[in-house]
């Protein structure tokens, strides 16, 4: 069983920051690619940012040059630093894994998701 655990969502003001964390835990071979989805209210859910374990990272266009993704691969945890927030950027970001568990499945994991508001 693998389990991920997002966290540092809260409310903040437009134009303030925000650094959330997803740590992955459980049977756990190895991690693939890592990344962060939100989905604002009435909306379908969308893709935010990925990183590799190798660190090669992808953004959406909406976040570019305001967020910054980031990974630990040792502690199986990524990061995601917001900046410049907006009152678009409002959502429940999720953090999703492409895992290989310990009896080598290969699966898309997901965590509960953790709410970003931000405020005009």
């Known amino acids: 069983q693998v389990q991920l655990v997002e966290s540092g969502g809260g409310l903040v003001q437009a134009g303030g920051s925000l650094r959330l964390s997803c740590a992955a835990s459980?049977?756990?071979?190895?991690?693939?690619?890592m990344a962060w989805f939100r989905q604002a209210p009435g909306k379908q859910r969308e893709f935010v940012t990925s990183i590799t374990s190798a660190g090669s990272t992808n953004y959406a266009d909406s976040v570019k040059g305001r967020f910054t993704i980031s990974r630990d691969n040792a502690k199986k945890t990524i990061y995601l630093q917001m900046n410049s927030l907006k009152p678009e950027d409002t959502a429940v970001y999720y953090c999703?894994?492409?895992?290989?568990?310990?009896?080598?499945?290969?699966?898309?994991?997901w965590g509960q998701g953790t709410q970003v508001t931000v405020s005009s």
């Open positions: 999703n894994a492409a895992v290989i568990s310990t009896t080598r499945a290969q699966f898309s994991a």
């Open positions: 459980g049977s756990i071979f190895s991690i693939n690619t």
